[in-house]
Structures are given as structure tokens and as C-alpha cells.
């Protein structure tokens, strides 16, 4: 039981899991107005992973070694694979809600920057709206 526990987090999670996980985060994040002269994908995704190493994979511990010792020590063999599928699905949400906003609040606030008109542009709303509502 121990050596599977190791393996899975201190092998495939690592160095499998979450490079994978945002590999696929960065390529449907991705905007198409990405720039040609901008990192690759992949470089890009890693970076981010590199900023995330310890919180990511401490939070990942924090879930997935209780739940695979619970898996191998106690769970009958009828139960595993609902008890695996069910700390997945949490473990999805735990790791969206960490992960998922990042690249869509960086398009969101991009955005906003680029749409936000100066207050001379408003000057210029008000004056039209003025002479508008001046004939009726």
C-alpha cells in the first residue's frame, strides 16, 4: 500500500499529473490573438507550474493521501471506484477553483483595459445625447 501511495504522489503527480493538467489548461485558455512571438504552450505552461510546484502538489497531498490510504486499507473492492470518483470530482473543484481563473481573469482585466474609453469620449456621449434629446 505504501510503495502505490509513494508512486502516485511523489511520481505520477508531479511529474505527470500537473505538467499534463496545465499543458491542457494553457491550451484551451489559450486566446487565438495569442502572439507568434509569444512563448510556446507548453514553456508557458510549465513556467506556471513551476510558480505553483509546492502549493500545488501540497494541496494535492492534502486530498489524495488520505483518500488512497482510505482506498487501500479500508474500502471493500465494490467501493473503490465510487470512493476514487467521488474524491476526484472534489478534487476537480478544489483545483479549478485554485487554477482555472487565472488565465481567464488576465483576459477579462485585458479586456477591460482595452474597451475602457477616456472621459473625453463620454464628454463627447453627453454632447450628442444633449443636441438628441434637444429636438424632442
Known amino acids: 500500500m505504501l510503495s502505490q501511495l509513494s508512486l502516485d504522489q511523489f511520481l505520477i503527480g508531479p ?4 505538467p499534463c493538467f496545465y499543458i491542457s489548461r494553457e491550451f484551451i485558455m489559450r486566446d487565438a490573438s495569442d502572439s507568434i512571438h509569444d512563448k510556446p504552450v507548453v514553456i508557458r505552461a510549465l513556467e506556471a507550474y513551476k510558480r505553483n510546484i509546492v502549493e500545488d502538489d501540497l494541496a494535492c497531498w492534502k486530498v489524495w493521501v488520505p483518500a488512497m490510504f ?5 474500502m471493500p473492492m465494490w467501493a473503490r471506484i465510487p470512493w476514487v470518483t467521488t474524491v476526484s470530482f472534489l478534487w476537480t473543484c478544489i483545483i479549478s ?6 488565465i481567464a481573469n488576465e483576459k477579462l482585466e485585458k479586456t477591460i483595459q482595452s474597451n475602457v474609453r477616456p472621459l473625453s469620449n463620454l464628454n463627447w456621449y453627453n454632447q450628442c ?8
Do not use: D, L, P, T
Open 15 to 18: 511529474f505527470i499529473y500537473f
Open 70 to 74: 482510505i482506498n487501500f486499507s479500508v
Open 97 to 102: 477553483s485554485m487554477r482555472g481563473g487565472e
Open 129 to 136: 445625447a444633449g443636441r438628441m434629446f434637444r429636438n424632442i
